[in-house]
């Protein structure tokens, strides 16, 4: 199970200055980006975090990055998205479900994967009726309401790894949303469990360095994730 924490701000500049801290311990991030109205919370615009990526490229150019859409309009993002994929690695970019995007989509060959996201609300079955799965590469299940980091933990959404593994076992399933030291337990008791988690606040909004590091050891010691561990 790999470790890719999820970044969520208002501010482009506090985007780098979690990238930066975080870069001490993992070389793979999901930057979250909301536009106000396919939820309530306003992110910085992303428009203006690509056009700063060029300053801080230097410091940038050796890591990885997801970018979770939850904005209704996201098809301009990702043509930009593949531009920038040029100076900027990026492997995947996830969009809701609910939004029934088209399967072209989906199955447009562009420099990252294309990938969709469960709501809590979201079903499994009709997720089937609407996408083949087998066609799917990634799919990110959120375990809490989408738009604001510290939301609470919904235990209920992990029975959907099982169902998706059953239908592709290859699928590569993310889980985002209220990961922490109590929730991850829940997480490990799953005989099916995601490829990848992305903890949110229990990281980004920690403000003593070694309280900090303490949850990095904590989560890479608990998840046996392929990242370096830090030394205290």
Aim: glycine share 4%; hydrophobic share 40%; net charge positive.
């Amino acid at each position: 199970m790999r470790v890719c924490p999820s970044i969520l701000e208002k501010e482009v500049s506090q985007y780098f200055k979690k990238i930066e801290r975080l870069a001490k311990y993992f070389s793979w991030f999901q930057l979250d980006f909301t536009d106000g109205k396919y939820v309530r919370n306003r992110t910085a615009s992303i428009d203006r975090f690509l056009i700063e990526v060029e300053n801080y490229h230097w410091k940038i150019k050796n890591l990885y990055f997801d970018f979770h859409l939850m904005v209704n309009e996201y098809s301009s993002i990702i043509e930009k998205l593949e531009k920038t994929s040029t100076f900027l690695k990026i492997k995947n970019v996830f969009i809701h479900f609910n939004l029934l995007p088209d399967k072209s989509l989906i199955k447009k060959r562009y420099h990252f994967n294309v990938g969709l996201v469960l709501n809590p609300e979201d079903k499994v079955s009709v997720l089937v009726k609407n996408y083949d799965l087998g066609k799917v590469d990634i799919l990110q299940i959120m375990s809490v309401k989408p738009g604001r980091q510290g939301n609470p933990f919904i235990k209920e959404t992990l029975a959907k790894i099982a169902k998706l593994r059953k239908i592709n076992p290859k699928i590569k399933i993310f889980l985002d949303g209220g990961i922490n030291d109590k929730t991850i337990h829940f997480i490990l008791d799953q005989k099916d469990r995601p490829d990848v988690i992305c903890p949110g606040s229990f990281l980004s909004k920690v403000k003593d360095d070694y309280e900090f590091s303490h949850r990095v050891i904590f989560l890479l010691e608990k998840t046996k994730s392929k990242e370096i561990l830090p030394k205290l």
